[in-house]
């Protein structure tokens, strides 16, 4: 059975700094791209970052473009985001998702598994 669990979410102040982890089971995701997605409440999940597979190309949002970094561990399974710099704005539930193979990785449809989430609260 193939599970990703996020964890690292929080309550933070403004400014501040959190650092996600999403942990894999069930199989290695180390020849697909991984990517972060949140969703605020009644909004649609928006893309927010990907890593392909080796981790040598990222794909950032403009809006956390210079404030969040991910970055992957293939022997733990793993794929990370350290938020800096957090705005209020960046309230939201953050997924991880996995096993996407095309470049079309700011896209929902393309990833088959998805976390269930962690509450990421930023205070202005």
């Known amino acids: 059975q193939v599970q990703l669990v996020e964890s690292g979410g929080g309550l933070v102040q403004a400014g501040g700094s959190l650092r996600l982890s999403c942990a894999a089971s069930?199989?290695?995701?180390?020849?697909?791209?991984m990517g972060w997605f949140r969703q605020a409440p009644g909004k649609e999940r928006e893309f927010v970052v990907a890593?392909?597979?080796?981790?040598?190309?990222?794909d950032y949002s403009d809006s956390v473009k210079g404030r969040f970094t991910i970055s992957r561990d293939n022997a733990k399974n793993t794929v990370y985001l350290q938020m800096n710099s957090l705005k209020p704005e960046d309230t939201a539930v953050y997924y991880c998702?996995?096993?996407?193979?095309?470049?079309?990785?700011?896209?929902?449809?393309?990833?088959?598994?998805w976390g269930q989430g962690t509450q990421v609260t930023v205070s202005s």
């Open positions: 069930g199989r290695t995701f180390s020849s697909s791209a």
């Open positions: 998702a996995a096993d996407c193979y095309s470049h079309s990785y700011y896209y929902t449809g393309c990833y088959r598994y």
């Open positions: 890593i392909t597979r080796g981790g040598g190309s990222t």
